[in-house]
């Protein structure tokens, strides 16, 4: 099974529940970028501090800030493969992702790509609860990650790399449909 894994879809189509379920079953690091950031945060890293003081002021943090710190994760992993979850985030990213994977000897293995209906989206979304998912909010988020997503999703369709996996129905058969798309079986 392919190991060195990026999770692309809309918001509400499962990627971080998936991206757990992948990782825990095959012994693969999750790496989401949200997390990551506030772990180096947390303990106070050079790139932490960095960050921190790009967040404390409103800012998002510069692609080159999350790509050393994506960088230094994978570089201490070892052979034990990996999922990024919420980077890259569009083309720019993507094309300064691939030579740091290469430097490191990790290149990407496969892009799984989460499908799903927005009208299942919108009833998913809005069954969390929460306070800040209403049909406009969710709506607007669905716009922003096709206007900045969609590009991403021809670039790695277009290095053969993109699986595309039907994220409808309940958790363990779309695990088991990513896990047949990885397999090749």
């Not at 080159?64 to 201490?76: D, M, P, R, S």
């Not at 990213?93 to 499908?115: K, N, S, W, Y």
């Not at 929460?130 to 790695?156: F, G, M, Q, S």
């Amino acid at each position: 099974m392919k190991k060195r894994l990026l999770f692309l879809g809309p918001p509400g189509a499962g990627k971080g529940t998936q991206a757990a379920r992948l990782c825990e079953q095959h012994g693969m690091k999750h790496l989401s970028t949200g997390d990551l950031l506030r772990a180096e945060v947390a303990a106070g890293t050079d790139l932490g501090k960095e960050a921190k003081a790009v967040m404390n002021r409103g800012e998002l943090v510069s692609d080159a800030l999350v790509l050393a710190i994506v960088k230094g994760q994978l570089g201490a992993l070892g052979d034990g493969g990996w999922l990024l979850d919420g980077f890259p985030r569009n083309v720019a990213q993507a094309e300064a992702l691939e030579p740091l994977l290469t430097e490191i000897g990790q290149p990407l293995e496969a892009v799984v790509l989460l499908e799903l209906d927005d009208a299942v989206l919108m009833e998913r979304m809005l069954s969390r609860g929460r306070e800040d998912d209403n049909e406009d909010v969710i709506r607007h988020r669905l716009e922003v990650y096709r206007d900045k997503t969609a590009p991403l999703i021809d670039h790695y369709r277009q290095k053969g790399q993109l699986i595309s996996v039907e994220a409808q129905g309940n958790i363990e058969a779309i695990t088991d449909r990513i896990q047949q798309a990885l397999t090749g079986s």
